[in-house]
């Protein structure tokens, strides 16, 4: 190939890099960036009903209920309980490093909002012997919102895990 077409196909390439307009280039590259605000709401919108007419803010202020046992970023922590990012989609009890108890390593599920609302309703009735010490979360709404505010927060993709 000659020298200007090679030019020419650099130009092309840094042209398509720089689309999305994330970022700067002497940040450490994150494996996937942080959604923006427009493109969280743009996934709220696409989720299936009922979480699609769900309040984020109100999810996020019932999270702090959680936020003292698990982490929702991508790579954090194991606390008291499993890091929740990817959650949805997932095997119950299978995040690396984490101590489950029998009750969620048997479970033998996949996560989808449908249990999740029945897991935070009440934990212990749902899956029996499990050790999350969590009373629940007996309004419907707020349930509903944190679900959703939990998909927008961890990475769920509903193209590729539908
Ligand atoms: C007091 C600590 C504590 C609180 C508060 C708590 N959890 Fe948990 N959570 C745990 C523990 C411990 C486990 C592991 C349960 C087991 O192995 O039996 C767990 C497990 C889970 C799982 C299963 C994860 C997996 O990988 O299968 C989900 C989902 C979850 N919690 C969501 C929540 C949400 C959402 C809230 C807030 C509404 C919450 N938890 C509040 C301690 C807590």
Redesign the pocket.
Known sequence: MNRPALIILSGLALASCGQKGEGDATAPAPDRPAPTAAEKAALLAALPAPYDQADLDNGRR??A??R???TITEGGPNM???N?FG?FG?Q????PD?N??A???Q?GFI?DGER?DH??EN?RTF?K??????AG?PDATDRRD?IAF?KVETGYAPAARP
């Open positions: 019932v999270f209920r959680c003292s046992c698990h008291t309980g499993p929740l959650v997932r119950a009890g299978v995040h984490y489950y108890s009750a969620v390593k479970a996560w999740l897991w935070l934990p899956l012997g499990t050790k999350m010490s969590f979360i944190v939990l």
